[in-house]
């Protein structure tokens, strides 16, 4: 079965530092991940996915993320962060082998942005 | 143009009522997801279609639970004999013709059902 680990609940950068969250995958066979971000009383947007094709994904807003098979990690990063960045992330998983459709999500990282 | 949209943003019942959910998808998007957010906690997957039929409702929790997508656009998450554990964020999300495992899905803003 397929499933994520978001490693940090809550994790708080003040403005301009970089950003790490952190996200370690199991899946039976080659993954498709994700990394959503839902902004208080808005829909889950979609920052980035890889499917297999280069391990480097860039995404939007500055976003970027590294899929990396021997540590079966997908850590989301962003060189400095703006206020507007702080938000719930969701990192995403679905299993290719299955073809089952179902997204399974972690269990969220709260970003705090401090001035 | 139009993203995902599910109304009643807010549902409010008491418990034992029934309740029924709405999604409109991206027009032109065949499948159709629902998922359920508790408080806490990332969005959990209860059922898939693709056109009208449910290609996978293994994520329903109960009999209580049903949808249907009718005309292979609406769809209409029903939920029976409500109970406080039901209370959640109801999240609807739609995703194009390709219908991969790779597939964006998009979603809605959700309904916060409370069930008192």
């Known amino acids: 079965a397929q499933s994520v680990t978001q490693l940090d609940s809550h994790v708080s950068v003040s403005e301009g530092t970089p950003v790490l969250l952190r996200c370690n995958y199991s899946?039976?066979?080659?993954?498709?991940l994700f990394w959503y971000v839902q902004h208080p009383n808005k829909g889950l947007q979609l920052l980035l996915k890889?499917?297999?094709?280069?391990?480097l994904v860039k995404g939007i807003n500055g976003f970027e993320a590294e899929f990396k098979k021997s540590e079966t990690s997908f850590h989301l990063t962003k060189p400095s962060a703006h206020m507007s960045d702080a938000a719930e992330y969701f990192c995403?998983?679905?299993?290719?082998?299955?073809?089952?459709?179902?997204?399974?999500f972690g269990s969220g990282t709260r970003l705090q942005v401090q001035p | 143009g139009a993203g995902v949209s599910q109304t009643p943003s807010n549902k409010v019942t008491e418990k034992g009522k029934y309740v029924e959910l709405r999604c409109d998808p991206i027009?032109?998007?065949?499948?159709l997801y629902w998922y359920r957010q508790s408080l806490g906690q990332g969005p959990e997957f209860l059922i898939y279609?693709?056109?009208?039929?449910?290609?996978?409702d293994s994520g329903l929790p109960n009999d209580r639970f049903f949808a249907v997508r009718p005309e292979g656009s609406v769809s209409t998450l029903k939920i029976q004999r409500t109970e406080r554990g039901d209370s959640a964020v109801y999240l609807c999300?739609?995703?194009?013709?390709?219908?991969?495992?790779?597939?964006?899905?998009?979603f809605g803003p959700g309904t916060r059902l409370t069930v008192l």
């Open positions: 999300a739609s995703s194009p013709t390709s219908g991969g495992v790779s597939d964006t899905q998009y």
């Open positions: 995403v998983v679905s299993d290719l082998r299955t073809g089952r459709r179902a997204l399974t």
């Open positions: 027009s032109g998007h065949t499948a």
């Open positions: 890889y499917t297999s094709a280069a391990t």
């Open positions: 899946s039976s066979y080659s993954p498709s």
């Open positions: 279609f693709q056109g009208t039929g449910a290609a996978d």
